[in-house]
């Protein structure tokens, strides 16, 4: 009796060879537009202590409350893998001292993250994400690159329907004044908020402004807004983002409503939504957190950064990149071929130029029939007649034009034809 096969964790994916590709694609535009505007790559552990989350993201968040994969290991550490990228790059730039080498530091990240949610499109509970964190200017001049930064990325990818928000959640100020404002407007009405608004009720209503309710949405609308609430300096600031975008050419709307999710940002938020995704749109989100390296034990240090899933950048680009073909098939027949065949790939490979053969000895109709599955442009024939008269046929796929040449010229030849 066979035995069931084991199958993969419910919200996770495997990525295939025949969607590789698109991911390869992606993660090369993004190294290579990270590299222009000078940002450095950091890579952080899979899993982080427990409590480095529930003190950035905050327990009331969804997160931390609901999402996270958090256990006691053997030595009685609480542990946790790591469900955003935020605190543990800001952890890793205190515990390097990244502050005492570079007065400011830009960095960027591609990696894989954990939450426990209900899996759906485009949302996976192992999923990837890119994005930046930059430690060390409290001036609009760095809120605008990183947000042109996304946006650069983005238009790289030819993305259409895409909206960026941008509200500014003001300092500890302003934010302490409007929970009051807000706890009072909403106070009439706590019976009609949902049990997560009541909850942030009490302790983060802040993160009301965040719902997904239709209704609650209806409510908040002609409640206080943040915008009431600014100090001066938060209104400056602000208003020098949002002309500065202007002039950079990079339309935006105001949403009086973005928060975000998390209870470290300060000032500048922002989110890129796409219309081509269904309620959860958001497709990138960021935004300052000026005081989460003094949060985490670090030295008083401005922040601000973004990241984006990958899984939704995919689904919201359409466009199909097409299989990396092969570039060159050696077809040989025989025993006395064997060794040869594989010399002339091992050369063609160390020149980097695409190779294969066959592993499986198949008859040399197979063999063409396999080369052009691969999309090979040119075959490398060596049959008997070939290897009597120290030559090779090579055949091109696309016209059916032949030549033969000596084997020690197959390198120097290949090198001379259109491979591109």
């Not at 991911?23 to 409590?51: C, V």
């Not at 509970?125 to 890119?130: T, V």
């Not at 949403?255 to 975000?260: D, E, G, I, T």
Request: aromatic fraction near 8%; hydrophobic fraction near 35%; charge should be negative.
């Amino acid at each position: 009796m066979s035995k069931e096969p084991i199958r993969s964790i419910k919200g996770t994916q495997d990525i295939l060879p025949d969607q590789s590709s698109r991911w390869q694609t992606l993660e090369s535009t993004i190294r290579n537009t990270m590299h222009t505007y000078d940002y450095f790559e950091i890579r952080t552990p899979a899993f982080e202590n427990t409590s480095l989350f529930l003190h950035s993201v905050g327990e009331e968040s969804d997160i931390v409350s609901k999402e996270m994969y958090t256990w006691i290991d053997q030595g009685g550490e609480n542990l946790t893998l790591k469900p955003e990228l935020t605190a543990p790059v800001t952890r890793a730039f205190i515990q390097n001292n990244l502050g005492g080498l570079n007065p400011i530091n830009k960095l960027y990240y591609i990696d894989s993250l954990f939450r426990r949610e209900r899996p759906q499109k485009g949302r996976y509970r192992q999923f990837h994400q890119f994005g930046v964190e930059v430690f060390g200017s409290e001036f609009p001049e760095i809120d605008v690159e990183v947000i042109s930064l996304a946006m650069s990325i983005f238009n790289t990818l030819e993305l259409e329907g895409l909206t960026l928000e941008l509200n500014s959640i003001g300092s500890e100020d302003c934010r302490n004044n409007f929970r009051t404002a807000i706890k009072e407007y909403l106070k009439p009405n706590f019976d009609k908020l949902s049990e997560t608004s009541q909850k942030r009720f009490k302790r983060n209503p802040l993160r009301i402004l965040d719902t997904k309710s239709l209704e609650e949405k209806t409510l908040l609308k002609d409640g206080p807004q943040i915008s009431d609430y600014w100090t001066s300096d938060d209104k400056d600031h602000f208003n020098e983002v949002c002309e500065l975008l202007d002039k950079i050419n990079i339309k935006f709307e105001l949403s009086p409503n973005l928060v975000r999710g998390l209870d470290y940002y300060t000032r500048t938020t922002f989110e890129v939504t796409s219309n081509l995704l269904g309620a959860q749109n958001a497709i990138c989100g960021g935004g300052r957190y000026d005081g989460l390296v003094e949060q985490l034990g670090g030295k008083p240090t401005p922040g601000i950064g973004f990241a984006a899933g990958m899984e939704r950048l995919l689904l919201v680009n359409q466009k199909s990149d097409e299989t990396i073909k092969s570039q060159i098939y050696v077809i040989g027949l025989g025993d006395s071929a064997r060794s040869l065949i594989i010399n002339i790939a091992l050369e063609l490979r160390q020149n980097n130029i695409r190779t294969s053969f066959d592993l499986l000895r198949r008859s040399i109709k197979s063999q063409m029939r396999d080369a052009n599955k691969l999309g090979a442009k040119y075959v490398i024939i060596i049959g008997e007649e070939e290897l009597t008269k120290n030559i090779a046929t090579i055949k091109n796929l696309s016209n059916g034009d032949q030549e033969q040449i000596p084997l020690d010229s197959i390198l120097s030849h290949i090198k001379s034809l259109p491979l591109k």
